[in-house]
């Protein structure tokens, strides 16, 4: 068991020391959930190898009582298995692959575009050791510059936000994609925003978002995790003219998530669609 309810947790972070990577913050928020006390190893992108003693050139890695665990799932399933009297990340095993599917979305639709806005940010905002790294590595990484990535980046930030609806409508009437409570999908999909609020120069999102309350409630999850130095605001964005809608102003259903229970309620969604209700 973790001596003195304290787990090594190696960080990769910034100048400023604000964690940057979004699988170190969904490790991070996973160990708080569980109730540990973390012994930060801090550093950034280059040494990772000597910090961990060779056995890893990526972040994030612990060690739980001189076990090394590597690898943010392999490390959420540890504590799971480890600490099964202790509030579960993974309530069933069904859901990693339901949490991989949400992930994998998340970074097509925010992270890809958001990485190409904040590129320049991502690499100035490193520890100076870092910046050659991260210069020469990005460049095989995307190909080009990350000056040329961030080029006519004001014509992605409205294009993000709409593309964003199918989260904003399973948060709609839950408080958490976990239920009541916070879960694992719950720290993976605001990891992304947490890294997002690393890097962004200037917010990309709009004061209204929908998102804002659950955002907003995640960062303030664990005494403020979220809100280290080192963070920008998220929000604030002020669409351009020709940006489409940021969001559904009047969602609809369409049936997704209701639930027939008999000829009326079948005949009231369909006076609803045909705008009779």
């Given at each position: 068991?973790?001596?003195?309810?304290?787990?090594?947790?190696?960080?990769?972070?910034?100048?400023?020391?604000?964690?940057?990577s979004p699988f170190v913050w969904a490790t991070k928020y996973a160990l708080k959930h569980k109730g540990f006390d973390l012994d930060v190893v801090d550093g950034g992108f280059t040494g990772i190898m000597e910090r961990t003693g060779g056995r890893s050139e990526r972040l994030p890695a612990i060690v739980d009582d001189g076990e090394w665990v590597l690898d943010s799932w392999l490390i959420a399933e540890h504590l799971d298995a480890k600490y099964p009297d202790r509030p579960t990340l993974i309530a069933d095993p069904s859901l990693k692959p339901l949490v991989e599917f949400l992930e994998g979305w998340l970074w097509k639709t925010a992270v890809s575009p958001w990485v190409r806005c904040f590129a320049v940010q991502y690499r100035d905002r490193c520890k100076p050791e870092d910046i050659g790294y991260i210069t020469e590595s990005r460049l095989r990484m995307w190909g080009q510059p990350v000056e040329d990535m961030a080029k006519d980046r004001e014509e992605v930030f409205g294009k993000v936000l709409p593309e964003l609806e199918p989260l904003r409508a399973l948060l709609r009437d839950r408080?958490?994609?976990?239920?009541?409570?916070?879960?694992?999908?719950?720290?993976?999909?605001?990891?992304?925003?947490?890294?997002?609020?690393?890097?962004?120069?200037?917010?990309?999102?709009?004061?209204?978002?929908?998102?804002?309350?659950?955002?907003?409630?995640?960062?303030?999850?664990?005494?403020?995790?979220?809100?280290?130095?080192?963070?920008?605001?998220?929000?604030?964005?002020?669409?351009?003219?020709?940006?489409?809608?940021?969001?559904?102003?009047?969602?609809?259903?369409?049936?997704?998530?209701?639930?027939?229970?008999?000829?009326?309620?079948?005949?009231?969604?369909?006076?609803?669609?045909a705008g009779k209700d």
């Amino acid at each position: 068991m973790a001596q003195n309810n304290t787990i090594t947790f190696y960080d990769l972070q910034h100048a400023s020391g604000c964690t940057t990577s979004p699988f170190v913050w969904a490790t991070k928020y996973a160990l708080k959930h569980k109730g540990f006390d973390l012994d930060v190893v801090d550093g950034g992108f280059t040494g990772i190898m000597e910090r961990t003693g060779g056995r890893s050139e990526r972040l994030p890695a612990i060690v739980d009582d001189g076990e090394w665990v590597l690898d943010s799932w392999l490390i959420a399933e540890h504590l799971d298995a480890k600490y099964p009297d202790r509030p579960t990340l993974i309530a069933d095993p069904s859901l990693k692959p339901l949490v991989e599917f949400l992930e994998g979305w998340l970074w097509k639709t925010a992270v890809s575009p958001w990485v190409r806005c904040f590129a320049v940010q991502y690499r100035d905002r490193c520890k100076p050791e870092d910046i050659g790294y991260i210069t020469e590595s990005r460049l095989r990484m995307w190909g080009q510059p990350v000056e040329d990535m961030a080029k006519d980046r004001e014509e992605v930030f409205g294009k993000v936000l709409p593309e964003l609806e199918p989260l904003r409508a399973l948060l709609r009437d839950r408080k958490w994609l976990g239920g009541d409570q916070p879960n694992y999908a719950d720290y993976r999909a605001l990891a992304v925003f947490l890294w997002c609020a690393s890097v962004a120069d200037v917010p990309p999102m709009t004061d209204d978002e929908p998102l804002r309350d659950w955002i907003d409630r995640g960062f303030d999850l664990f005494g403020g995790l979220g809100r280290i130095p080192g963070m920008s605001p998220l929000f604030g964005y002020q669409p351009r003219p020709g940006d489409p809608e940021p969001f559904e102003r009047t969602p609809r259903d369409f049936g997704l998530n209701k639930r027939n229970t008999g000829p009326a309620s079948t005949s009231a969604e369909t006076a609803r669609l045909a705008g009779k209700d």
